[in-house]
């Protein structure tokens, strides 16, 4: 199930001048950005400056009020995800929430996982082999009759993230991956995301952990308070620019903060 996705030529994503409020209220602000096949991603910034609202216009669950968002050399609108095209969009596109229990509304787990297949138009046998491998994939066969909502919150985030592998998107979303989870859980998805990037998937994950940026991240797109791009780079060299982070609110103390990848802050 987890076939490595084809190769395209030039960014996956590219982001030109894009703006998005909510009525009044500025959420992004003309950012300019590309993001490449094969990247884990991190979006990193404070709250409040917009990191979400960037992984919803990227799955065309919103759309920008200015600027243009092209996916794979396509412009990705209202008008472009409410024909055809939508399919193979929503197939190559997936995104787990913050909060599991915004995207669990089925009787049963199996009835969860199901569902975006069935919406995709595959067939029976094809929506079967699916569900029952990706449930065993994350090993969820044992709760696959239980009620979504009776689970842990551990167990509805490997729920969340079924619904999202069960079609094999070649890009996964995922808003602060790591949210109410305990250290067990966390290593468990770090471990996961680790298979899947061997895989040749692209992540692109909204976060303010520089733990988790450090262990898992490629490249990160920084967000400043203005609701910009306050500035995009490898890894190891934002983390280790700790005035960039203090400029942007992800640290309180510049000297509270490993130069070292992988940071983490001594409070």
């Given at each position: 199930m987890l076939s490595p996705p084809s190769s395209i030529e030039g960014p996956l994503y590219k982001l030109s001048g894009v703006s998005f409020s909510y009525g009044t209220v500025?959420?992004?602000?003309?950012?300019?950005?590309?993001?490449?096949?094969g990247e884990t991603i991190a979006v990193l910034g404070a709250n409040g400056?917009?990191?979400?609202?960037l992984l919803k216009l990227l799955n065309g669950l919103l759309f920008p009020d200015s600027g243009s968002i092209v996916f794979k050399g396509r412009k990705i609108t209202e008008e472009s995800l409410s024909g055809a095209y939508s399919v193979e969009?929503?197939?190559?596109?997936g995104f787990v929430f913050s909060e599991p229990d915004?995207?669990?509304?089925?009787?049963?787990?199996?009835?969860e996982v199901a569902f975006g297949p069935l919406q995709l138009g595959f067939g029976p046998d094809e929506v079967?082999?699916?569900?029952?491998?990706?449930?065993?994939?994350?090993?969820?066969?044992?709760?696959?009759?239980?009620?979504?909502?009776?689970?842990?919150?551990?167990?509805?985030?490997?729920?969340?993230?079924a619904t999202v592998l069960v079609t094999n998107p070649a890009v996964i979303l995922m808003d602060e991956p790591t949210l109410g989870l305990d250290p067990r859980t966390q290593r468990w998805l770090l471990g996961l995301i680790g298979v899947l990037k061997a895989t040749g998937k692209t992540f692109i994950l909204s976060t303010h952990d520089l733990k988790l940026v450090g262990e898992i991240a490629d490249r990160v797109v920084l967000l400043n308070e203005a609701n910009s791009v306050e500035h995009t780079g490898d890894t190891a060299t934002i983390l280790a620019d700790t005035k960039l982070l203090f400029k942007a609110n992800i640290i309180g103390d510049p000297a509270a903060v490993s130069t070292e990848v992988g940071a983490t802050i001594r409070l």
């Open positions: 500025p959420a992004l602000r003309g950012i300019d950005i590309n993001l490449n096949a400056t917009g990191k979400s609202t969009f929503r197939s190559s596109v915004v995207q669990l509304f089925c009787a049963t787990v199996y009835d079967a082999l699916r569900t029952e491998e990706t449930l065993e994939l994350l090993g969820l066969t044992g709760l696959s009759d239980r009620t979504p909502h009776s689970l842990s919150s551990g167990e509805k985030k490997k729920v969340a993230i």
